[in-house]
Every structure is written in structure tokens, then in C-alpha cells.
């Protein structure tokens, strides 16, 4: 089967299985997901399942990064931090729904590839920082959305949830056993946080490390 034919197949399955937005599912359409995951699984690489990257990492499902970008709600003017870059598929695919994302990982090594990635695509207005993502990037905040792409525990990090705009929604995998985690969406008002528990999901867990670093991608 063509590359273009699996990329039609998992549009299509994505669609079914609730992605209804059309400009998420364009943003996957124009993505290259081949140019994220190794080259062992590149004959799967526009399948609809979750991919191991290098240290132990992996890349989301396909339907995962289309609902999970979907619940943010973007638009075009919209600031987005991201925690957790990875392989840097989900970052490209939110630079093209939003006005900047920026993207914390606390592996350098996997940031130095994500970024080589956003360069190869001319993704100019994503920002990368290698460092520790539970602390934000408090520089550039407040941010329209949030996304987190590690399981956090109970709740999500204090200092994600003071970066967020009034009017801001968050999308935070919870869950302290990895058996019973859910993708949540907080949305805050002028009174604080509500919260809205969407699906359940596995995530790597939120982990948190001291130095920090600014790399323009």
C-alpha cells in the first residue's frame, strides 16, 4: 500500500473514531509522521498506533494527538505550551493550528532530533527549551493552552496551572497509577479551575529535572 493510501486509511479511521475537526485533521494530513518515528517502523509509520522512540520514549497513537489537539480548541492566535517535545510530532502538528508553541523536554537528546525535525519543515514558530516541563517556561506565559504529554499524578503541576490564561484551557493526562489514567481538560475562569475528565489513556510518566536551557528552533 502507497504512503498516500495509509495516510488516506487513518484519516478516515481517525474521523470515525471522533476526530471531527477538520483543520486537526488537516494539520495530521500535512504532518509527516514518517519523519518522526525510526526508520525500524517506518512501513508503520501512518498506522494507528503508538511507536518507541529512542530512550525509552514513544510516540503517541495517531487518534491520541488528533483528540487530544482537537479538545484544546485552537485557534490561530493562540500561544501553546507544550511539556514533553519527544519525538516532536505533536508540536508540529499544534505549530500549524496556533501563533507559537513552545516546547520543553527534559531528554536533550531527543530535543536535539525533534528540533533537527522542526527545521527540516520550516516549523519558524515553534520554540524549543530543554529543562524541566512541570516548571513551564514562565517567561513567555500566560499561554491560551497547555498541553502535557506525560501523565502527571493526582493533579497537574502548580505552576502549568498559574500559567494559564484566564479564559485558557489545559490538556493533562492524570493518574498516579499508570493502570487508570485520564486525559482531563481544565479551563480557567476568573474563580479558578474547572475540571472535565475526557477519556482514559497510558502515558509515560511526568518527570522533572533542574537545568534549563532556551533554544530558539
Not at 494530513?29 to 522512540?53: C, G, K, M, S
Not at 529543562?131 to 497537574?156: H, I
Request: charged share 25%.
Amino acid at each position: 500500500m502507497s504512503t498516500d493510501a495509509r495516510r488516506i486509511r487513518l484519516l478516515m479511521a481517525l474521523r470515525q473514531a471522533g476526530v471531527t475537526d477538520t483543520t486537526v485533521l488537516s494539520a495530521i494530513e500535512r504532518t509527516p509522521r514518517e519523519l518522526f518515528v525510526p526508520d525500524a517502523f517506518q512501513d508503520q509509520a501512518w498506522e494507528n498506533i503508538a511507536l518507541p522512540i529512542d530512550l525509552g520514549q514513544t510516540i503517541s497513537q495517531p487518534l491520541i494527538v488528533g483528540l487530544m489537539t482537537q479538545a484544546l480548541e485552537l485557534n490561530p492566535r493562540h500561544l501553546v505550551l507544550e511539556v514533553g517535545t519527544g519525538s516532536g510530532y505533536q508540536a508540529a502538528i499544534l505549530s500549524r493550528l496556533c501563533r507559537r508553541v513552545f516546547t520543553i523536554e527534559r531528554l536533550k537528546p531527543l530535543l536535539a532530533e525533534a528540533e533537527g525535525r522542526f527545521r527540516a519543515l520550516r516549523l519558524d514558530n515553534v520554540t524549543t527549551r530543554h529543562g524541566d516541563g512541570t516548571r513551564g517556561w514562565p517567561e513567555q506565559a500566560p499561554f491560551a493552552r497547555v498541553l502535557v504529554t506525560a501523565a502527571g499524578g493526582a493533579d497537574p503541576p502548580k505552576d502549568l496551572t498559574d500559567q494559564l490564561a484566564v479564559g485558557g484551557v489545559m490538556i493533562i493526562p492524570l493518574g498516579g497509577d499508570h493502570r487508570d489514567q485520564k486525559v482531563v481538560r481544565f479551563r480557567r475562569t476568573d474563580s479558578g479551575l474547572t475540571r472535565e475528565d475526557l477519556w482514559p489513556v497510558r502515558f509515560v510518566p511526568l518527570l522533572s529535572d533542574p537545568p534549563q536551557q532556551v533554544r530558539p528552533a
